[in-house]
């Protein structure tokens, strides 16, 4: 069994990812959720965490994390996932509470502590991640890898960021320079997998408590991106994270040198990829660039359907 701690901000597609990751597809043991700022403020994803725990019954510790970004100061994308940030299905409050501390210290006390090594599934700004990794330097002995959602060739937040990266630069910029090896889901895999009128069809035809949230959210999702970038679905970006946990054949990944910019001016947040070798720099970053959609909805059918009967 592969430790995990998910670092998220949901999101439709975060939630999505969690689910993935506690589904009885899945072999994850998830020692934890940590949340931070991004889509929204920290406090409303710290709540849409505890509500998609609670109707997973999910009981594992859900801390909550940074405030806002390293350097600059947050930005919010409302636009995309609503006012509360998971807009669209209605969940009850949550009945179960955040866990005392902080996200950074969790982190490194999950990790330190582990006998086995760790996994950092980040599907938000890097930020808890960049200040654990400052905060306590020997946890990157004990990681195996950071499979992030994150970057690209081309950018959603500006012409070359994307925005996970956009909003903590500074973060991603440590993350990626740490040394931990690096999984990377981009623009340019997430964008091959949206959820189109027939996904979301066949979700539909699941008749379970977590396959019509996950309806629910597609449908929203789904709007706020044929409004906002004329899309036909919304591309379930950080659902490819435990997706390439549980099986990771479904990706075709490059590894390359990956840093990011952090001064440009039209290309701060850019996730700056050697895809020609032309720096010299060693490959730091397995960058996904290629999924087999079919299987990957094939597979997605079936962790919604393991669901049945629970
Ligand atoms: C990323 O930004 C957020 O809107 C999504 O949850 C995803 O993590 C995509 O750019
Ligand atoms: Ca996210």
């Known amino acids: 069994m592969r430790n995990v701690i998910l670092d998220c901000d949901p999101g439709h597609d975060d939630a999505i990812s969690i689910i993935i990751a506690a589904s009885s597809v899945s072999d994850l043991n998830i020692l934890g959720i940590t949340t931070v700022a991004g889509n929204v403020e920290v406090e409303k994803n710290t709540i849409n965490t505890l509500k998609i725990c609670e109707l997973l019954e999910l009981d594992i510790p859900v801390v909550q994390g940074a405030r806002r970004p390293l350097v600059k100061a947050s930005e919010i994308a409302p636009e995309i996932h609503g006012e509360t940030g998971m807009d669209g299905p209605e969940l009850p409050e949550p009945q179960i509470e955040v866990t005392e501390g902080h996200a950074v210290d969790f982190i490194i006390e999950q990790v330190m502590n582990s006998s086995e090594q760790v996994t950092l599934v980040p ?6 991640i ?4 400052i905060k306590e330097p020997r946890i990157i ?6 499979v992030l959602m994150g970057g690209g060739t081309f950018g959603n937040w500006t012409p070359a960021a994307e925005f996970n990266i956009f909003v903590d630069a500074e973060a ?3 993350v990626y320079d740490s040394s931990v090896p690096v999984t990377m889901f981009g623009l340019d895999v997430t964008h091959q ?4 009128e027939d996904i979301i069809e066949r979700v539909g035809k699941i008749d379970n408590k977590i396959a019509v949230f996950v309806k629910e959210l597609l449908i929203f999702f ?3 991106y044929k409004n906002h970038f004329g899309f036909n679905g919304g591309p379930i970006h950080d659902a490819c994270t435990t997706m390439y946990l549980l099986k990771p054949e479904l990706f075709k990944t490059e ?5 990011v910019e952090t001064k440009g001016e039209y290309s701060y947040g850019m996730t700056v990829i050697d895809t020609l070798s032309v720096t010299g720099r060693e490959p730091n970053t397995n960058v996904a660039f290629g999924v087999d959609t079919e299987a990957f909805w094939t597979l997605f059918e079936e962790i919604l359907k393991s669901f049945d009967g629970g």
């Open 193 to 196: 997998v949206i959820a189109t």
């Open 130 to 133: 960049a200040m654990a990794l």
């Open 141 to 146: 002995e004990n990681i195996d890898e950071i």
């Open 222 to 224: 789904g709007e706020t």
């Open 172 to 174: 991603a910029k440590v």
């Open 255 to 259: 590894y390359l040198n990956v840093t």
């Open 123 to 128: 599907t938000g700004p890097l930020t808890n």
